[in-house]
């Protein structure tokens, strides 16, 4: 019998609702086969092993969701109680998570059409923004100022999608957005498939996105790394911002680089 990978095995065997999910399912450590946790969404199954889900599995309709649980644990910040938007929304991921910890209304910004989960589309509190580009919101689209905001877009620097953010938001109002060397690194520092290894270009990036950052009127409040990579095996990072006038935190990037490379090596073998 042919082998597939785990997380195409739960998707297509009704243990997970779609492959996303069950790549988030596995990074919580809820599947296991043959009584073995599985490590990796990537790893291969014949489908005769004993395969199952111990858990309740993923509390999102995406592993993005599971980027904004990390940012909420290391980071003092909350969609609670605040009208929020999801700025390259996709499956919703990050927008469940913010529904789940007391969002008021979510925006769900995606320039894709048709990728928002069915139960995020018939849910009262989500604006479905398909077919959107960012750069082209102002104050006449939305109802009332955001009091918080993610950011998970691709192919597309943050810079251009940050000042229209920092636009919409309230005073005092707060956002986390991922740093994707990819997407930010000149194309002569890229590898192949896009990948970028160079621990020297991470951290040319980290500090440039945190420059461009401040000087646009945020302050930066902290700054981590997201607990799952990109899909081609990109280390991103997790950037905690306030638009206020206090001075933004100090952070030692190339110690956080160099961690989140070590956990990531660690992970791989």
């Known amino acids: 019998m042919a082998k597939i990978r785990l997380d195409v095995y739960l998707a297509e065997n009704g243990l997970a609702p779609s492959r996303s999910a069950a790549q988030a399912m596995i990074m919580a450590g809820d599947v296991y086969v043959d009584n073995q946790k599985a490590m990796k969404a990537g790893e291969t199954v014949k489908g005769t092993e ?31 109680e605040k009208i929020c938007m999801d700025i390259g929304a996709s499956t919703g991921g990050f ?31 989500v604006v479905n923004m ?6 082209y919101i102002d104050k006449n689209l939305i109802e009332e100022p955001l009091g918080f905001f993610s950011v998970d877009v691709s192919f597309i620097s943050l810079k251009p999608v940050l000042p229209v953010a920092y636009d919409l938001l309230e005073d005092g109002g707060e956002g986390v957005c991922l740093i994707k060397p990819q997407f930010e690194a000149g194309r002569e520092k890229v590898g192949k498939k896009g990948v970028v290894r160079e621990k020297s270009t991470h951290i040319e990036v980290i500090e440039n996105v945190l420059a461009f950052t401040k000087e646009i009127g945020f302050s930066v409040k902290g700054l981590d790394f997201s607990p799952i990579k990109g899909p081609e095996g990109n280390i991103e990072y997790l950037m905690y911002i306030k638009k206020d006038d206090s001075v933004s935190a100090e952070f030692d990037i190339p110690t956080l680089v160099e961690a989140s490379h070590e956990l990531n090596s660690k992970n791989e073998n």
């Open 130 to 135: 398909e077919r959107t580009n960012i750069r």
């Open 95 to 125: 927008t469940d998570c913010m529904l789940q910890n007391g969002a008021l209304k979510v925006y769900s910004v995606d320039v894709g059409y048709g990728q928002l989960a069915w139960k995020l589309r018939q849910d009262e509190r």
């Open 50 to 80: 004993n395969i199952e889900v111990r858990e309740k599995g993923p509390s999102y309709v995406s592993r993005g969701g599971l980027k904004l649980e990390k940012a909420m644990k290391v980071f003092p910040v909350t969609p609670s």
